[in-house]
Nanobody, 127 residues
């Protein structure tokens, strides 16, 4: 079992930055693939970014490439999502998720891949 707790969301102006954190319980965090998803009002949850257990592979949805960076610190049992140049369309509840080990982050670009989810953190970008 893995429990995930997101933090770092908030209100920011367009062009600003936020860093989301996802703290995981358990001793096997380093074996999990980690992902970030988001859900805007009235829309389905969608993939944002993923990172493999060793951080050797990362993958992003096209709309955030060059602006967002996913990373992890296995010693701290924490995954991060650095979000720069934020846009109003990035407004959503952001969720982190943990899934089985894989060597390609691209294979983890779907919600069904993941076994564990956090409760979400709200990100609001004003124009």
């Amino acid at each position: 079992q893995v429990q995930l707790v997101e933090s770092g969301g908030g209100l920011v102006q367009a062009g600003g930055s936020l860093r989301l954190s996802c703290a995981a319980s358990g001793r096997t965090f380093s074996s999990y693939t980690m992902g970030w998803f988001r859900q805007a009002p009235g829309k389905e949850r969608s993939f944002v970014a993923s990172i493999t257990w060793s951080a050797g592979s990362t993958y992003y949805v096209d709309s955030v490439k060059g602006r967002f960076t996913i990373s992890r610190d296995n010693a701290k049992n924490t995954a991060y999502l650095q979000m720069n140049s934020l846009k109003p369309e990035d407004t959503a509840v952001y969720f982190c998720a943990a899934g089985p080990r894989t060597f390609s982050a691209a294979t983890a670009a779907r919600a069904a891949f993941y076994n564990y989810w956090g409760q979400g953190t709200q990100v609001t970008v004003s124009s």
